[in-house]
């Protein structure tokens, strides 16, 4: 570690992080003011509709379901198997996974008709409904997140056992597969859409949440070290890039086993295959695959494994991500089960002045600039939590305090 | 053993006047671009337009509601019970007072487009509310959708839909009861359930 890079270390923390966290506050009020623009003037103002009733909101939860994940496995599957860590980071890492999980509960709250009436969750539970599981699983989730977090940090005094703290890391981890399994699930078992009926979903979106979520830390941490919060080892992100590597490789394996399986008996499989191949949602299908292959490459190539193209790949892994939640969600809906037309009209679908042909040209869904403002608050929210975090929490590695 | 309400449409001798869509819209007090019973064309791209070349045309329709399914895909992923199976009658029912706005239901239903969200308050171009006194009132961002008519139901009647029908295509009873006549019409004529492999089992049967 050089000297500058100590220097730098004692450093952090400043007038930059102050203005950070006032910008993350701002745009968090503006969010919550255009949340009330959407709840005053009705949903109609997104470019949501019944026959694509999801949207931007529901894409950010599942994308941010995943982003959760990297943080929390990273730090506990080392501690789980005994195995070397990843040179402290693990709290910082964890505490990523809890703004994301916070983040994808926000998204589903700004996508309901009446929050006012979430109590009924709690109320009037249908526990068979996979979206009552997801609820339950990630209250779990976030819980025992914090609850990991905090028992690191009494480790690290010795208030809290190793034993003890491993206990709950496997548990954490457990917790983590499920919770990717069964958000996997409120689309997976829906029968309607060809698309997201298959048994490969749940797995596919364990292995994308460990795409993403990897990505996600290497960029943060690579970050914290340059504006000199954390000192890491570089063979410790040398690491971690080589794990990225696997995970994206067998995404992409998943990827490639689900369009062939959609595609090879022809019908109405072969239809989804085309939709992501060459139809409307083509470019975010590339976007992904050459996204994900070149991350593959700098991952596995050593030569390639500098700081700056890392970051670049991992950038391009969490993009690819997102460009895959995007094309299961509108996807999902781009392939009507009865596309018959008939009377179109403000509330059938978001482009609905051209019938039903012209809805499905394209797209059939697009968000409305107030939906990408009120994501935007939601982020703002995120990314307030993460840097409230990073100024009063001990999240630095134990021997590199300096406060 | 229960009822299971349910209806034979017989689509050979409709003859898509959208009377039925209509009544049903009437009588429910749908709010405006609201349509709980539609008439849908199978063959060009827009309504009412045949497939092909002259004079080699073909044409047909169908009017799609709620299927009220024997085994609802709805009913199980509603996480606060807001849309749920009446077991005295089989009819899918949906509690606006509960539901959340998730639209889980309406993602889960494989019969595109026979649940309808109210994207705003609810508004009558007439500008005063129609039909029934005691139908619900209509909610902002609830789902909703046909309930059979639940209020006549509950007076003895047969749904609007049914009633209204000029070509008198549309039967109502008992599909548990092998004397009705929906059960005869159906063992009778030739007929299908819309989409079987979906597995949902719809309580609505059509004559082809």
Known sequence: MSDTNKASVAKFGGRGLNIAIVVAAAVTVAGLALWGVQLSGGLVQTGMRNLDSWGLYITMFMFLVGLSAGGLIISSVPRAFGMKGFGGISKIAVWTSVCCTVLAVGFVVVDLGQPLRLWELFAYSNLGSPLMWDIAVISIYLILSIVYLWATLRAETGKVSGKALRVISVIALITAVLVHSVTAWIFGLQQAHEFWHTALLAPWFVSSALVCGTALVLVVVIALRKVGYLRLDQAHVVKLAKMLGAFVTVDLYFFGCDLLTSGFPGGSGAEVVSMLVSGPLAPFFWVEVVGCVLCAVVCFVPKLRTNPLVVVASLLAIIGIFCKRVQLLVGGFQLPNLDYPGLVNRYTVTDWASGMAGAYQGMVYWPTPLEFGVALGVIGLGALLLLLGLKFLPLRPVDQVRR | ?208
């Open chain 2, 1 to 208: 053993m229960a009822e299971r309400l349910g209806m034979v449409i017989d689509m050979k001798a409709c003859i898509a006047c959208a009377s039925c869509a209509v009544a049903c819209k009437v009588e429910n007090n749908l709010p405006d671009e609201v349509w709980w019973n539609r008439v849908l064309t199978d063959g060009g791209e827009n309504p009412d337009t045949p497939a092909g070349v002259y004079p080699d045309l073909t044409m047909s329709n169908l009017v799609v509601a709620c299927q009220h399914c024997e085994n609802p895909a709805c009913v199980k992923v509603c996480p606060v019970g807001a849309t749920y199976k009446d077991s005295e009658t089989g009819v899918v029912r949906q509690d606006y007072d509960k539901c959340i706005g998730c639209r889980m239901c309406m993602s889960a239903c494989p019969y595109t487009g026979v649940r309808s969200f109210n994207w705003e308050e609810p508004r009558h171009v007439v500008g005063h509310a129609l039909g029934d006194a005691d139908v619900p009132a209509h909610q902002k961002h609830v789902v909703e959708k046909c309930t059979m008519c639940w209020h006549r139901l509950a007076k003895g009647l047969q749904p609007a839909c049914v009633e209204v029908c000029p070509a008198r295509v549309r039967y109502f009873g008992d599909l548990n009861d092998p004397d009705s006549e929906v059960s005869q019409l159906i063992r009778e004529r030739e007929c299908k359930q819309l989409l079987p492999s979906e597995g949902t089992n719809p309580s609505v049967y059509y004559l082809v």
